[in-house]
């Protein structure tokens, strides 16, 4: 069974910056697609970021030109760089992995932007 371990959540500023990782059990090289989503208070989750093995991303439009999503092999750890946060990003954030044979997410980290 693949475990996500994150970390990185915290309190911020509006404006400020934060940097989320995630850590799976198993080589980050094997996991197809790793994922970033998020859940605020009495909404659904949502997507936020993927990418590929092959270090193909995609964004929400939200966070578009905000928000950087990678991985490192040689760490064997995924990231989310958030910058420029605002209020409206304030929610649980949730590490994902994706492949045929599984569908895996870590325990979550609060994020929260304050102005």
């Known amino acids: 069974q693949v475990q996500l371990v994150e970390s990185g959540g915290g309190l911020v500023q509006t404006g400020g910056s934060l940097r989320l990782s995630c850590a799976p059990s198993v080589s980050i090289f094997s996991i197809p697609v790793m994922g970033w989503y998020r859940q605020a208070p009495g909404k659904q989750r949502d997507l936020v970021a993927t990418?590929?093995?092959?270090?193909?991303?995609n964004y929400a439009d939200s966070v578009k030109g905000r928000f950087t999503i990678s991985r490192d092999n040689a760490k064997n750890t995924a990231y989310l760089q958030m910058n420029s946060l605002k209020p409206e990003d304030t929610a649980v954030y949730y590490c994902n992995a994706n492949s045929l044979g599984y569908n895996i997410w870590g325990q979550g980290t609060q994020v929260t932007v304050y102005s």
């Open positions: 990418i590929t093995s092959g270090g193909r991303t």
